[in-house]
Nanobody
Framework: QVQLVESGGGLVQPGGSLRLSCAAS????????MGWYRQAPGQQRELVAS???????NYADSVKGRFTISRDNAKNTVYLQMNSLKPEDTAVYSC??????????????WGQGTQVTVSS
């Protein structure tokens, strides 16, 4: 019903920057919230940042002041600007959205994930 396509991952040196993008498409009636999660090897998936329909933002403590989440409602796209990257930011980053696909039915949807590697 709703598809998410991510882009922007890759290899970057410590202190560098990357920008992730996630575009939602399909049978979208409205989007409640969009966010980014990450999972490093051997660790549980964790919320990195989220943004709701009203523009309210939430960040993990570990990324506050370094990462910025933004959203283009017209394009159903969410961005994650990641600055001052650290090796511990290395993980697979996945986009998530909670969206209504009709006036009274909603679901949680996930992208395929994109690898971010921070290494010298």
């Amino acid at each position: 019903q709703v598809q998410l396509v991510e882009s922007g991952g890759g290899l970057v040196q410590p202190g560098g920057s990357l920008r992730l993008s996630c575009a939602a498409s399909g049978s979208i009636f409205s989007i409640v919230a969009m966010g980014w999660y990450r999972q490093a090897p051997g660790q549980q998936r964790e919320l990195v940042a989220s943004i709701n329909s009203g523009g309210g933002r939430n960040y993990a403590d570990s990324v506050k002041g370094r990462f910025t989440i933004s959203r283009d409602n017209a394009k159903n796209t969410v961005y994650l600007q990641m600055n001052s990257l650290k090796p511990e930011d290395t993980a697979v980053y996945s986009c998530n959205t909670r969206a209504y696909y009709s006036s009274n039915a909603w679901g949680d949807y996930w992208g395929q994930g994109t690898q971010v590697t921070v290494s010298s």
